[in-house]
């Protein structure tokens, strides 16, 4: 069974503090598909990166980056220099069959000014 | 593009009222799904269609009809609402359903059946 696990329900820091949030799946299949996605307080679902089980090549945005690792089954997420605006939850998701998205419970940020 | 749209924002309904979440793109993206977002539970997949004519259970199906008549619009009914339905609503669509594509999600619609 596809499944993924984010096992920090809630995290807390400080602005310009790194953090770093994690996430863990589960998979039979050889080829697989692994996104974040972004929550703010709005509520709308915001996009942030889709990678393939084929590169893993680490991932740099900005202040943003993701760590692939296959040997441990995890698809880390830093945000560097933290700031307010990036306080949302974020979920991380794998893709299950052609377009099944199998979500992880998300990771609520929040960041103190 | 106004992306894909989900109405309504809001609603409120009484137990064993029925009521349609409507979802529409404009993209002539293939593939559209509902997903039902629970407290601590991410988003689960209710329903999915690859293409117009086209629909299949997710995960979480009962309770929810949906039907495919265009490309553009994806509507998710609920027959006779209960407590349990209560939550938040997101339609998603992607460009095509053989290649891995990218999901863009709707602004969801929250829904409260009391």
């Known amino acids: 069974a596809q499944k993924v696990t984010q096992a920090q329900t809630e995290i807390s820091v400080v602005e310009k503090e790194d953090v770093t949030l994690d996430c863990v799946y589960e998979?039979?299949?050889?080829?697989?598909?692994l996104f974040w996605y972004k929550q703010p307080p709005s509520g709308e679902l915001v996009f942030l990166i889709r990678r393939n089980s084929f590169d893993e090549q680490n991932e740099i945005s900005g202040r943003y980056s993701w760590n692939f690792q296959k040997s441990t089954s995890s698809f880390n997420f830093t945000i560097t220099a933290s700031q307010v605006v990036d306080s949302a939850v974020y979920f991380c998701a794998l893709l299950q069959g052609a377009q099944k998205l199998v979500f992880g419970q998300g990771t609520r940020l929040t960041i103190n000014p | 593009n106004a992306g894909v749209t989900q109405t309504p924002k809001f609603q409120v309904l009484k137990t064993g009222q029925s009521m349609t979440l409507q979802c529409a793109q404009d993209?002539?993206?293939?593939?559209m799904s509902w997903y039902r977002q629970d407290p601590g539970m991410g988003l689960r997949l209710i329903h999915y269609s690859v293409g117009a004519g086209i629909t299949d259970q997710g995960e979480v199906p009962n309770g929810y009809n949906v039907s495919r008549s265009t490309t553009e619009d994806f509507p998710l009914r609920l027959l006779s609402a209960a407590p349990s339905q209560t939550s938040v609503y997101f339609c998603?669509?992607?460009?095509?359903?053989?290649?891995?594509?990218?999901?863009?999600f709707g602004p969801g619609t929250r829904l409260l059946v009391l």
């Open positions: 998979t039979r299949d050889t080829t697989y598909y």
């Open positions: 998603a669509s992607s460009r095509g359903t053989g290649v891995r594509e990218t999901q863009y």
């Open positions: 993209m002539n993206h293939e593939y």
